[in-house]
């Protein structure tokens, strides 16, 4: 069969290149199916340039990826699919496998794939798009709706091709990629996925990660993530990568063998990633760091503990982020923080408690979002009478969901957002740092990009 990916994403461009999709194509390119990805990440005018590419190509089954932050971008595009094309379409991804119903009823959708997508999708194009041969598939039948049976993920993730990276725009990927840039400005990078899965319970991602990995945490090989780092040093010759899993430092056996297949590959990478304050002890940082580790990324959230236990259920404490990033501190890690602001019932008194915090800390970057309660969490369902936006209106980096009263106004919400960014990066410890991360054209690029999210 002749297949088009697509990946709607119309705004917010990021270095990071869209795995998901790339994955679900390498498995199709390994069954023998002719596979093509519309990325829109760089299209300035991604419809007409898809209304262009149905015209001029035939397919046979057009996948859409859907990301609740994409939601509206995606409906156009299906919208587009139906008009241009006379293939099946479906659509999968983290919004579609949450919420399905609402997703079959999108103009243009013929069917929904819930769950991960590389054997499912390769399954429907043996079938020829006949949904009723494919588990986990939703569809209609007249008036009914027709719910697939569900299905185990597969054990073991060494069983999946590489990302079809070449597939993608790698080279403007690599451009405005800013992962590392808290080491070294201008270091060329790129992402790679280790592992899926999360065994925590934090409200803003539960358990929708759990219904799209399923409930164990599945680790790829030492071996085959190696194998992957040569190939990307050997395609791309990056400087550095960036781990996008949510638990990278969890197990410390398959940590301690990863760094030392990584120390005697001796690709000369560096790398950054996701580490929990409660499980990043000093020890295995440094391990990490003789293997190339340069940043962390620490999940933060909030500087009150109220926040943390009762409305993120994160299940650490400030004294262990204070351990945490201070120990990363000491090994000479830069330290990226993340920050959410606006929960309900959050008070600006606890969000300026965040800000005092974020600049308290020797902290390198932070990120400050607006806390969004993603379809089906454990906050969206516990707040679920508290939000005022569709879910095509939401929008982590610039849009409070939640009504007025439901905690601080979204006015104030953004005005203390973008004066934390200020602060934080115009304060007295930071100031020529920034001074530096703009100059140079690359510099600029990449700045002007972050402040289309201030």
Known sequence: MRLLLIFPRFKY???????????LAASLRQAGHDVEIFDATFVKRPLEALKKRLQETSYDLIGISILTSMLAGAAEVAKVCREYSDAVVCAGGPHA?????STLGLEGIDGVMVGEGEELIVRLAEAEGDFSKVPQMWYRDGERIVRGEPMEPIADLDEFPFPARDLLDMRRYMEIWYQLDAVKYGLRGTSIIASRGCPFDCA?????????????????SPENIVSELVEIKREYDPDGVMWLDDTFLLDKSWMSELCEGIREADLGLIWGANVRADVADKDMLAEMQRAGLRIVHVGIESASQRILDEVYQKGITIQQVRQAVGDAHELGLQVRGYFMMGAPTETEEELRATV????????????FSITTPLPH????????????????????YKRAVYEDGAGVKARTLDRMKKAAYLQFYLGRKRLWRTVRSVLGVSGMRKMLLKVQRF
């Open 356 to 367: 005092r915090l974020a600049n308290e800390l020797p902290l390198d970057d932070v990120t």
């Open 204 to 220: 803003y991602c539960q358990p929708t990660l759990r219904s799209i990995f399923g409930k164990r945490v599945r680790r790829r």
């Open 13 to 23: 461009p990021s270095g990071d290149p869209p795995l998901g999709v790339a994955y």
């Open 377 to 396: 969490t454990h906050l969206y369902e516990k707040t679920r009478h508290l939000i005022a936006r569709e879910f095509s209106q939401f929008d982590y």
């Open 97 to 101: 496998t949450v919420e399905p119903e």
